[in-house]
């Protein structure tokens, strides 16, 4: 019999195959009996040992990754070695608790924790469980839990993924993904785009699909099918395809189809995803160079010397192009040991971003030193620095004001802008723009603070997809005011590697788009097919739209793509 579940889709694609679901492996009993006191620090020895070598594991994966799945894998890493979090296991092992027993009963104590202040906070339960699970795998000497290992290619259903399982995706054998949990802006979703599968999140209909059954999985509609006919099947995979192979043979330079250039600049997370993303040739520079690798593999704040040597490494391949940094994100879901406040009620609404200036006044003149040393060493290539979390006016102007003194004091040329994430910000954007060198939009927070909702919520997903109404009408509000100000607006969120949105981003007066390098040719290839004009048609088009999916639809109205609905 046929079926049709619905989800929200998140990276573009059609896809037919055998499913093959992805489960957690089932835990020790919640109980054993007690240690003797003898042998219970070799126990606290052998639970760190395990949590090292899981952390070392998960760098080691970052290493070799690019754009936001190194910086999702780093952050996940850091939890393994978390001090609150081993401290907790540890004193519960010397009360006499097994290892095993003990990484259980901490990891839920933390869940619970996570889950009550929401918001960022509540996505990281599945990556905090996914550390339990692979400290578990050490201790009891199997395999880490991961990806099924089969000898064809097969579409990847799960109720959710951890970073460490999407991360070591091969796009050759894993044909598409279909998650019951998860949003838009979800771990799934990043690193999916930027491998290039397609994929599908919050299907809450997806139990219903075997193990083992056919399906086509169509990341445009959002929808997984069974019992379909396999000649339709494969007409829908063989359109898909055409459009797959143009993106594949996009070379650039991206512009539009009247010849209007586009800057298209990569999302990076340390020197080696910026040299691969220069290698790669495709991107026009760097539209976001996170800093957090630097603070969230060590316990103390890296010396300004350490800070400089690896941004002059990240600058180093872009001589002639510019490389926009962002000051350190501390906070939230990024806990950065020496620069984020414990157990705060709400870490999402609380101190990260340029906010932990108050209780850690230090970490932000420190780290623009080092970016401004960096720029002297790096003459060839245009620096901009910009801070994330901006709320007001005076924050503004101090931030501004800060550069400044380094451009002064080194002699250097940093031009200081600021993230739009926060709505206050987007709605006085025209003050703000008369502060500021440039402004880029933090899309996925935008969204999130603009819905009120957690991104990470299945049952909310359609409220954090990055097509709905309010917060386009945002980042219009804010484009435009760009264009009056003749300012630069770029957009650095996930939004800017969805090449359909891309096209409305362009078409209301976005100057740059930047996202994980996988995803340049794919906005670049659709954004060749159409004029500016059409892109300013598309941006008109979600006027009036009553939800994301509507949205979608009348932008394909617009550009002449209603076929690609299926």
């Not at 199997?142 to 399982?165: K, Q, R």
């Not at 997809?465 to 005011?481: G, M, N, R, T």
Request: aromatic fraction near 4%.
């Amino acid at each position: 019999m046929s079926a049709k579940i619905y989800g929200t889709p998140v990276v573009q694609g059609v896809a037919y195959g055998t499913s093959a679901w992805i489960n957690r492996p089932a835990l020790p009993p919640e109980s054993a009996p007690y240690l003797p006191d003898h042998v219970r620090e070799d126990e606290v020895g052998r639970f760190l040992e395990a949590s090292d070598a899981v952390a070392n594991g998960l760098f080691e994966k970052a290493s070799h990754t690019d754009g936001e799945a190194a910086e999702v894998l780093i952050m996940t890493a850091s939890m393994a070695t978390d001090r609150a979090w081993t401290k907790d296991v540890s004193t519960r092992i010397r009360s006499g608790i097994p290892a095993l027993q003990a990484v259980m009963a901490a990891t839920e104590r933390f869940v619970i924790q996570f889950e009550t202040a929401g918001g960022l906070m509540a996505e990281r339960v599945t990556d905090l469980r996914d550390v339990r699970d692979r400290v578990l795998a050490r201790l009891q000497g199997i395999p880490e839990p991961g990806i099924p290992d089969l000898d064809t290619p097969f579409i990847l259903l799960a109720d959710d993924l951890s970073p460490a399982d999407t991360a070591g995706l091969d796009p050759a054998t894993c044909l598409g993904i279909a998650t019951k949990f998860g949003g838009p802006t979800s771990h799934t979703s990043i690193i999916s785009r930027q491998l290039g599968i397609p994929c599908i999140v919050a299907a809450r209909g997806l139990g219903e699909v075997h193990n083992g059954q056919a399906v086509l999985l169509d990341a445009t509609q959002g929808t997984i099918s069974t019992g379909i006919d396999e000649d339709e099947a494969a007409e829908r995979v063989r359109l898909d395809r055409d459009r797959a192979t143009k993106v594949s043979q996009w070379s650039g330079p991206a512009r539009t189809a009247d010849g209007v250039n586009i800057d298209l600049l990569a999302n990076v997370a340390d020197p080696q995803s910026s040299h691969r993303a220069h290698d790669a040739g495709l991107a026009k520079g760097v539209g976001l160079l996170r800093t957090e690798l630097a603070f969230l593999k060590t316990s103390v704040e890296p010396s300004v010397d350490e800070q400089t040597r690896i941004y002059v490494e990240a600058l180093e391949p872009w001589a002639g192009h510019k490389v926009v940094i962002r000051t350190l994100d501390a906070g939230s879901d990024k806990p950065v040991p020496y620069a984020t406040l414990r157990d705060e009620p709400n870490p999402a609404l609380g101190v990260r971003g340029i906010r932990t200036t108050g209780p850690f006044p230090k970490v932000l003149p420190n780290q623009l030193d080092a970016i401004a040393v960096a720029a002297m060493a790096s003459p060839e290539v245009d620096v901009w620095v910009m801070a994330p979390m901006v709320s007001t006016l005076s924050e503004a102007e101090w931030f501004v004001s800060l550069v400044a003194e380094r451009n002064e004091t080194f002699g250097v040329s940093l031009k200081a802008g600021i993230m739009i994430e926060v709505p206050a910000t987007a709605i006085l954007i025209d003050q703000f723009l008369e502060v500021v060198d440039f402004v880029s939009i933090g899309t996925n927070d935008l969204t999130q603070y603009t819905m009120a909702t957690d991104r990470e919520s299945a049952d909310l997903a359609e409220y954090s997809d990055p097509w709905q109404p309010a917060p386009l009408a945002l980042i219009k509000h804010i484009a435009q005011a760009g264009v009056r100000a003749g300012k630069p607006v770029g957009v650095c969120g996930e939004a800017a590697a969805d090449p359909l949105l891309a096209a409305v981003l362009v078409g209301m007066g976005v100057t740059s788009l930047s996202m994980a390098s996988g995803a340049i040719a794919g906005v670049g290839a659709l954004l060749a097919d159409h004029t500016l004009d059409e892109c300013r048609t598309g941006a008109d088009a979600v006027i009036g739209a009553h939800d994301g999916a509507d949205a979608r639809y009348r932008v394909r109205v617009a550009l002449g793509l209603l076929s690609a609905r299926g």
